[in-house]
């Protein structure tokens, strides 16, 4: 990962600036440059070095009076830049995001539609003396945005870098580019165009075939490839691929509680399979409890279920980053939201599963792929998502819903499906899926309830919860975490759309707590 910092307005010095990027340095911890525009105002980057590793990859980038910054990864950039090169473009570094100034040139802001990437980028045009930033369509990078007291405009990587001098921080919303003072939409994230008509063969071949080109394609990397493997069906599934498309062995890495990790002997089983290099790591109550209000500042959220299932994957990337070379992990965010989670069986229409399924890929940068970005670039490593690539989400939610509804008495049963044979062991292939922050322990919920417990004892709490609009707290385990994200990121509760709930309009999913073990449908996901 990297950071991305801009500010455009004349009433900053260059060391406030520098101070408000030296906040996120963990994105980007290789190098940090600023340069101040000529018409008032700053670019920031901080790097972490993935393609072009030589110093000429280094932003801000130039062309003319023109500078460009990008926290992404172009995939086939390669071609790309051949057909510029043969328009007369030079490139210094090996760099992809040095071809966002040039395709600016040739196509201007339709560029954005044309990029296969993930990506936060802001762009400073010198001709037109204009700010053009934009952000991918699922909004796998982060973006955030605000005015300064004086009305400059301001955007960062991360609400931190925002916080305390910028009045409302908000989220750059994804498949948008901002352009003369407004928002335009490029892509919807939950667009597909026609629904797709394939046969029940060409149908399973169609997603197999997207979602190996998805892996296959984040396997391209200057900096050490890893993978973060639960064991469940969809990080299986990336290592699946990725093991078959690497010339040596894969790197993959687990987490579990010390005393009733479900995950750990599935991800042991999957990994030796694979003939993967493979790592464990164990956790303890104390190390939970005593990381929770670092990784709540570092999260900028108080959902319940991204902190939750924060915890074990924050921890992991920390021991990654301090014990391997791994720069780069591909993990298996975004699958739930197309497929379904253990919820969407209780979706009472094929056309009801559609629409949450909709919503969930729009609200996505809000939650998972917020927790994936945080707890893996915090500790200095890039993260890359297959399940996320465009053209991926666009054929899944093309498919009819009743093929992807569960009415098969297996979830993700099309998924399942289309990697029969000898790509996992069959019982990982056809494991009940079990939620992340539960799979590395029951007790980590526990653990961390016991804590709200704890600090709020008796009824009081309940009082203490109305004081937060919007999103109040509704468990004394909410009401921790939103008073630790107030602290850090004092009344910007709206940056987050609300809890990450099941559906409570449907028939068994009115519950108040966002684990699948509240459901009755839960069954043998956690064995």
């Not at 390669?78 to 040095?98: T, V, W």
């Not at 003396?129 to 699922?138: C, G, M, N, S």
């Not at 629409?355 to 998972?368: N, T």
């Not at 709200?452 to 921790?480: H, I």
Request: glycine fraction near 10%; charged fraction near 30%.
């Amino acid at each position: 990962m990297c950071t991305v910092l801009a500010y455009f307005g004349s009433d900053m010095t260059r060391e406030q600036f520098d101070q408000y990027l030296a906040r996120t340095q963990e994105r980007g911890p290789d190098d940090s440059k600023t340069v101040e525009l000529p018409e008032g105002g700053f670019l920031g980057f901080q790097r972490l070095a993935i393609m072009g590793l030589t110093p000429e990859g280094m932003q801000p980038f130039r062309l003319g009076g023109s500078f460009a910054l990008c926290n992404g990864e172009l995939y086939g950039f390669r071609q790309a830049k051949k057909e510029l090169e043969e328009k007369g473009y030079r490139f210094r570094s090996g760099s992809d995001c040095e071809l966002l100034l040039p395709l600016y040139r040739e196509y201007g802001t339709d560029m954005f539609r044309r990029l296969d990437a993930e990506f936060a980028c802001i762009l400073y045009d010198g001709e037109k003396k204009e700010v053009v930033a934009a952000r991918d369509p699922i909004g796998i990078r982060p973006l955030f945005y605000g005015r300064s007291a004086s009305g400059g405009l301001a955007l960062a990587s991360e609400a931190r870098s925002l916080e305390g001098w910028v009045k409302e921080i908000r989220p750059f919303p994804p498949g948008c580019y901002y352009r003369g003072g407004r928002f335009h939409r490029y892509r919807d994230p939950a667009g597909f165009g026609a629904p797709c008509s394939d046969s029940w063969e060409d149908m399973l071949a169609g997603i197999r075939q997207r979602l190996i080109a998805a892996v296959e394609k984040r396997l391209d990397s200057d900096a050490p490839l890893g993978f973060l493997l639960s064991g469940g069906l969809d990080s299986s599934l990336v290592c699946a691929i990725a093991a078959r498309k690497s010339k040596k062995p894969i790197r993959t890495f687990a987490v579990g509680m010390e005393k009733d990790a479900i995950d750990l002997k599935y991800a042991r089983q999957t990994a030796e399979y694979l003939g993967a290099q493979h790592t464990e790591f164990y956790m303890t109550p104390d190390m939970v409890t005593g990381s929770l209000e670092q990784v709540i500042a570092r999260l900028g959220t108080y959902d319940i279920t991204t902190v939750r299932a924060s915890m074990g994957m924050y921890l992991l990337c920390r021991e990654i980053h301090r014990h391997t070379d791994v720069r780069v992990l591909l993990t298996g965010e975004v699958s739930d939201e197309l497929f379904g989670y253990k919820y969407t069986d209780f979706a009472p229409s094929p056309e009801a599963f559609q629409a949450e399924s909709e919503k969930r890929v729009r609200e996505l940068y809000a939650y998972d792929v917020l927790r994936a970005d945080r707890c893996i670039a915090d500790n200095s490593i890039e993260a890359r998502v297959p399940f996320g690539d465009l053209e991926f989400v666009r054929y899944v939610m093309s498919i009819d819903p009743r093929w992807k509804q569960n009415r098969y008495g297996k979830g993700k049963y099309l998924l399942r499906k289309a990697f029969e044979g000898d790509w996992l062991p069959s019982e990982i292939l056809w494991r009940e899926k079990a939620a992340f922050s539960d799979a590395v322990g029951h007790s980590m919920v526990d653990d961390l309830k016991a804590y709200a417990e704890q600090k709020f004892p008796g009824d009081g709490w309940r009082e203490a919860c109305r004081a937060f609009q919007p999103a109040a707290p509704f468990t004394k385990e909410s009401l921790l975490y939103r008073q630790i994200f107030e602290k850090y990121y004092p009344g910007q509760g709206a940056m987050i759309p609300g809890f990450w709930m099941p559906n409570r309009e449907w028939k068994g999913c009115d519950v108040d707590d966002p684990s699948a073990r509240v459901l009755a449908n839960y069954g043998a996901s956690g064995l």
